[in-house]
């Protein structure tokens, strides 16, 4: 007819003559939008990320605890856990008929505030995450002895550690504990790919090394493995290390603060050091800001040539431990008998099952999050049938003007009601360009604080119909001033009332 | 042009009727200045004339089409192609510029466009040609409406009734807001435009004293048997 794109003409013309006010109104629906959207995806992602820590594993093994502290201390390595499951039930349970694998995890001991994980070689064979993956190493190995430890990768990257870096556990929790086992250091020989799951910021080490560490912190201060042949060559790695940053001090103050630097402080009373005056090599210095990357050039090696030996040692007890199945058939059983098992209190659960429950304790919170943001949409839209409607009155002498010139009623209907459209499809697009501003901005931080990787794709379909719903209910919200339009037009005919 | 039989129109919410004309008839090319007290049903026989109010009893034929035999949607395209209006004031959308409102007048009709066409001419040339007719300078047809004095922006609605040759003009109270000397000549280039293709023009005002411009005066008050 020709009359549509008059009509939208007029509808954009008409709506940018009263910018400010249609800008006020967009404004708060972009805002709106940009709310429910964000909302929306974290929550989501907080899920997807929350329910992908771990998978693969039929039962989860503790002492006796409620399930779902259990579950957060095993796998999200939240709260303490006082109590400990003796190795003899452990050995005991492992040989049940129909065990495919476990893992033994010990917890409680930390570094700068990341919690230190002892296991066996099985966890980097059998611990799965995701849509059932592997673990995968991004630099280096598993570890081979009571001295080598594996990182998580945000602990490697927010640490600034890499392959052949030698590092101090403490022990207890936390930042602050007061008892550090300095006598104890450890060879970083493997750096895990990222996960997006607590096994990022988690260190690993040996059950032996566990064991080794109190053992020694309990009875006397001895060193203990210090001198083991396995360990020599570490050393020799990490004299050589120092022998950098010792140079970086001497010759560039500027250098002060480097990591490494701060790292060595800590081990100036090994008697190592003097040992190996003899590495220097100045030239590397002139690429002090390479440093990092020069180590991680330089030692692998010397760190991979240790020789896989015992890493379980005589453990007393152990936190808990994983167990998978050679069919899932196996799961109630053996679970009916391990919380009935006779000689300590335990308790088993089945991971998934566990954090569902977990995540339904939440689901309320995310309901009024969901809420909240869909009535701010709702009342961004009401301020828009606001604006329309206080604005009809005055646009009745606009309509008479149209009506003169031929347009119909239901023409007046179609210019008032795609003018909020318009508005409410502008106030989308402008929400989800604010969306994705935040999503850019907010992402580091949330990735740092809280460990939810958000998706920063293009919008999902549940988004897109969220999108279409808050159009729809646009358009109805527009329908209200269209359709007292049309009947102004009608009574009024010719005539222009003020 | 126009003949009108036995109206009679009843506002919905009134006891009595407002009109009650048992004839009335104009040529084409008449002027005719239709006068009376506000509130006789001037407004009424403009809205049941351009087809937006709904005929209850009687006939309204213009060029010989009964307006009580054609339907709503056809009503507003017929009002569209055969009749021009300019209304006492504010008769200019505020978002469009002058010679948008001026083609304003073609959007929703297809004969006055066509009727341009046959003048080898186009919308812009023939809002830009009758605006300069009218009196209206180049830097006033794009400047905002508002801009303009009330004198200029009841030429730019005269413009938009004439846009496309409508065979009827109505013009309610047009000059109620101009001065003297500016109702005079408004009138006059409205009778110019109106002279150029034969076009009738129904005046409706209670000015009683531009009454001898017109070739015929008709006081509502005596066709209205009420």
Not at chain 1, 287 to 293: I, K, M, Q, R, V
Not at chain 1, 355 to 378: C, G, P
Not at chain 1, 405 to 412: D, E, F, S
Request: one cysteine or more; hydrophobic letters at 40%.
């Amino acid at each position: 007819m020709g009359y549509d794109m008059t009509l939208l003409k007029l509808a954009i013309k008409s709506t940018l003559n009263r910018k400010a006010s249609v800008l006020l109104t967009l404004c708060t629906i972009a805002i709106s939008v940009m709310l429910l959207l964000s909302i929306e995806r974290v929550r989501h992602d907080a899920k997807s990320s929350f329910s992908n820590t771990i998978s693969g594993t039929d039962l989860i093994v503790g002492a006796r605890t409620g399930d779902i502290q259990l579950l957060l201390s095993s796998v999200f390595r939240i709260g303490h856990t006082n109590n400990a499951v003796s190795w003899k039930s452990y050995l005991d349970i492992k040989e049940r008929k129909g065990v495919a694998w476990t893992i033994p995890i010990s917890l409680g001991d930390s570094h700068k505030g990341h919690a230190v994980l002892g296991t066996d070689a099985t966890y980097f064979t059998h611990y799965r995450y995701g849509k059932k993956q592997h673990l995968a190493f991004q630099h280096g190995r598993a570890f081979h002895n009571a001295q080598e430890v594996v990182l998580g990768s945000d602990v490697a990257n927010k640490l600034h550690y890499h392959i052949g870096h030698q590092i101090v556990i403490s022990h207890g929790m936390g930042n602050t504990s007061f008892h550090h086992h300095d006598d104890n250091p450890m060879t970083i020989v493997g750096i895990l790919a990222p996960t997006g799951t607590p096994v990022d910021k988690t260190l690993h080490i040996p059950l032996i090394a566990v064991d080794a560490m109190h053992k020694s912190s309990h009875t006397q201060p001895m060193m203990i493995g210090k001198k083991s042949q396995q360990n020599d060559h570490a050393q020799h790695q990490h004299g050589n290390t120092h022998q950098h940053a010792e140079d970086n001090n001497s010759h560039h103050n500027e250098h002060n603060e480097h990591n490494e630097h701060n790292e060595h402080n800590e081990h100036n009373e090994h008697n190592e050091h003097d040992e190996h005056n003899e590495h220097n090599e100045h030239e590397e210095h002139n690429e002090h800001n390479e440093h990092n990357e020069h180590d991680e050039h330089d030692h692998p090696h010397g760190t991979l040539d240790s020789e896989p030996s015992d890493l379980v040692g005589s453990p007393n007890q152990i936190t808990a431990f994983l167990m998978g199945f050679d069919s899932p058939l196996y799961t109630l059983q053996v679970r009916r008998n391990i919380n009935m098992y006779k000689a300590e209190p335990l308790l088993a659960i089945m991971p998934g099952l566990t954090l569902r429950e977990l995540w339904d304790m939440l689901d309320i919170v995310e309901k009024i999050l969901l809420l909240f943001s869909i009535v701010v949409v709702l009342v961004s839209l009401l301020g828009m049938l606001t604006t329309l409607l206080a604005t009809l009155s005055q646009r009745r002498r606009e309509l008479a003007i149209l009506r003169s010139v031929g347009a119909r009623p239901i023409h007046i209907f179609a210019l008032m009601s795609s003018e909020a459209i318009l508005i409410t499809f502008m106030g989308c697009v402008a929400g989800c360009i604010l969306f994705y501003g935040l999503l850019l901005t907010a992402n580091p931080l949330l990735q740092s604080q809280f460990g939810i990787s958000l998706t920063i794709g293009w919008l999902s379909n549940y988004e897109l119909t969220l999108l279409g719903v808050i159009m729809s209910a646009g358009t109805l919200m527009g329908l209200l001033p269209a359709a007292r339009a049309y009947f102004y037009s009608l009574a009024d005919g010719m005539s222009i009332k003020i | 042009m126009i003949t009108i039989t036995d109206l009679i129109h009843t506002w919905p919410t009134q006891s009595h009727p407002t009109l009650n004309i048992k004839a009335l008839h104009i040529d084409k090319g008449e002027r005719v200045f239709l006068h009376g007290p506000s509130g006789c049903g001037k407004s009424t026989l403009l809205g049941l004339l351009a087809g937006i109010n709904a005929l209850q009893s009687g006939q309204i034929k213009i060029l010989n089409t009964d307006l009580s035999t054609i339907k709503n949607t056809h009503k507003d395209r017929f009002r569209a192609d055969h009749i021009g209006t300019i209304f006492q004031s504010f008769n200019l959308l505020p978002y469009l510029n002058p010679l948008e409102n001026v083609t304003l007048g073609c959007e929703f009709s297809k004969q006055r466009r066509k009727r341009l066409t046959d003048k080898k001419t186009d919308m812009t040339t023939e809002a830009i040609r009758l605006l300069k007719a009218l009196g209206l300078n180049d830097s006033q047809l794009t400047q905002h409406v508002s801009k303009l004095s009330i004198g200029q922006q009841q030429r730019v609605a005269a413009a938009r009734a004439f846009i496309g040759e409508p065979e009827l003009i109505i013009a309610d109270e047009p000059t109620s807001s101009l001065d003297e000397d500016s109702r005079h000549a408004f009138i006059e280039t409205l009778f110019n435009q109106a002279g150029d293709y034969q076009a009738s023009v129904l005046f409706v005002s209670h000015d009683k004293s531009l009454a001898s411009l017109f070739d015929r005066q008709i006081s509502l008050l005596d066709i209205n048997g009420v």
